[in-house]
């Protein structure tokens, strides 16, 4: 595979036969006059490929917030839901965080690749399939302080299935949060109405362009918001789908 510095530049891959187009991305996390703490994250993307082969917005807008929060995340067990390519777990990574990515686990194609970003970034996560809504086994053994999601909150039919996995990942590590980063084409109503059916409450709410530095804003467009969520103890916790 060739390695590019540069955004957007094409790197051909063969994987079992088949070229594919893939793309190595290269982000950068600095922060002015303090140098010795700057790294990048290459990733691997495939414009042809499924969702969670490119890096979407809300995932360079989570991996900044990671960034400036790093003094926050070193130390802490980190999860990350839907987690594509994973920027935002692995910025994680890199600032001290032991971390788990998580991505559907029939999309065996997008796990590969987070191992690979693993590899190439030289970052050790774990890469477990998680399906939300779903119950397997390595779930339980899961105790993150922070859930990480970016664009998970897409497709309203999975809202209640991605809000389960968060509730129980929330419920089996108290005082945990989930922090996601959404375009608020989803409406925040219903954000609103699934936090209040499943006893959460939001404690910071922030537009993306309010901490994103010039110079990534032109790689964002529209209306992205982070929210941090955590349960709300003084709701009844029992939900009915
Ligand atoms: C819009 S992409 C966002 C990817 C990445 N977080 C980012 O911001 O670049 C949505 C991600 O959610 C994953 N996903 C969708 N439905 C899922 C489900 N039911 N369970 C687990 N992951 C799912 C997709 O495979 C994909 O990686």
Request: glycine share 8%; hydrophobic share 40%; proline share 3%.
């Amino acid at each position: 595979m060739e390695h590019h510095d540069e955004d957007d530049e094409v790197a051909t891959l063969a994987t079992t036969g088949v070229r594919e187009m893939a793309t190595i991305s290269r982000h950068s996390f600095s922060t002015a006059g303090q140098t010795d703490e700057a790294f990048s994250i290459d990733i691997i993307e495939n414009i042809n490929g499924d969702y969670g082969l490119f890096v979407w917005p809300c995932g360079i807008v989570l991996a900044e917030y990671v960034w400036q929060q790093r003094l926050r995340f070193s130390g802490t067990s980190v999860v990350e839901l839907g987690a594509g390519t994973s920027l935002p777990g692995l910025v994680a990574a890199k600032v001290g965080s032991d971390v788990t990515l998580t991505d559907n686990s029939n999309r065996l194609e997008v796990l590969d690749n987070m191992r690979r970003m693993c590899d190439l970034n030289k970052v050790s996560c774990k890469v477990l399939g998680l399906t939300w809504g779903e119950w397997d086994t390595p779930i339980f053994s899961l105790h993150p302080d922070i859930v990480l999601g970016g664009d998970v909150l897409y497709d309203s039919s999975d809202f209640d299935d991605l809000f389960a996995t968060v509730k129980f990942l929330l419920q089996n590590s108290p005082g945990s949060v989930f922090i996601t980063t959404y375009h608020n084409r989803s409406g925040h109503h219903l954000i609103e109405y699934l936090m209040v059916k499943w006893g959460f409450k939001c404690i910071k709410l922030l537009d993306a362009f309010s901490f994103m530095p010039s110079s990534k804003t032109s790689r964002i467009s529209g209306n992205i918001q982070l929210a941090e969520i955590m349960l709300d103890l003084q709701q009844p916790q029992n939900v009915r789908v």
